[in-house]
């Protein structure tokens, strides 16, 4: 099993709507749990950063995490063409000075 | 302005030349680490450093060396031991180890 899943996608959204990107993870230490965005040939930008259970909001992005189940998730609300990208979903396992990543879901919000 | 600078962002090499990819941060960020992607595929751990004068292996080591002699500069060499070496190259620093890291927009390698 990796150590941190993601369906690839693409996961395909209209404008308006809300996208939900889910991450699942093995190790049950994980503490620090972060969302990178990813547009196409561009580096990986950090939006939203989550340490303990429950939802984090900002603007129209609500991170939510759940240890017991080991998933975090990120939700977007009111999807713009713009949030097109690759969302990756890395954490921290607190054991080791690192993030882990996983290989990223693909959004695409149509018209 | 504070950030995180990589250069260049296009470089073509022949096969069998060592290359070094410059990564600098004004951010005073202890961690830098650096960092691989491939087409369609996650982010891949080279070397990290917490501390000037320390660095460890990531998960893909090999073909490649590192130095910190400065805390805002941690540039990466690709060897001629790199069998694969075609890339993306992504350097990143953190606050502290561990926390959220911030990445510099990237140094594209082709090997001819």
């Known amino acids: 099993q990796k150590e941190v899943e993601q369906n690839s996608g693409p996961l395909s959204v209209p404008e308006g709507a809300i996208a939900s990107l889910n991450c699942t993870y093995s190790?049950?230490?994980?503490?620090?749990f972060f969302w990178y965005r990813q547009y196409s040939g561009k580096s990986p930008e950090l939006i939203m950063s989550?340490?303990?259970?429950g939802d984090k909001e900002d603007g129209r992005f609500t991170a939510q995490l759940n240890k017991a189940s080991q998933y975090v998730s990120l939700l977007i609300r009111d999807s713009q063409p713009s949030d097109s990208a690759t969302y990756l979903c890395?954490?921290?396992?607190?054991?080791?000075?690192?993030?882990?990543f996983g290989t990223g879901t693909r959004l695409q919000v149509t018209l | 302005d504070g950030g995180i600078t990589q250069s260049p962002k296009y470089l073509f090499r022949k096969e069998g030349q060592n290359v070094t990819l410059s990564c600098e941060q004004n951010l005073n960020h202890d961690a830098m680490y650096w960092y691989r992607q491939d087409p369609g595929q996650g982010l891949r751990l080279i070397y990290y450093?917490?501390?000037?004068?320390?660095?460890q292996k990531g998960d893909i080591a090999e073909g490649y060396s590192v130095s910190r002699e400065k805390k805002e500069s941690f540039p990466l060499t690709v060897t001629s031991a790199q069998k694969n070496p075609t890339a993306f190259y992504l350097c990143?620093?953190?606050?502290?180890?561990?926390?959220?890291?911030?990445f510099g927009p990237g140094t594209r390698l082709t090997v001819l």
């Open positions: 890395a954490l921290n396992t607190g054991t080791a000075s690192k993030l882990t």
């Open positions: 450093s917490q501390i000037v004068n320390d660095f």
């Open positions: 190790d049950r230490v994980s503490q620090s």
């Open positions: 989550i340490y303990s259970n």
């Open positions: 990143a620093s953190s606050g502290k180890q561990g926390d959220e890291q911030f």
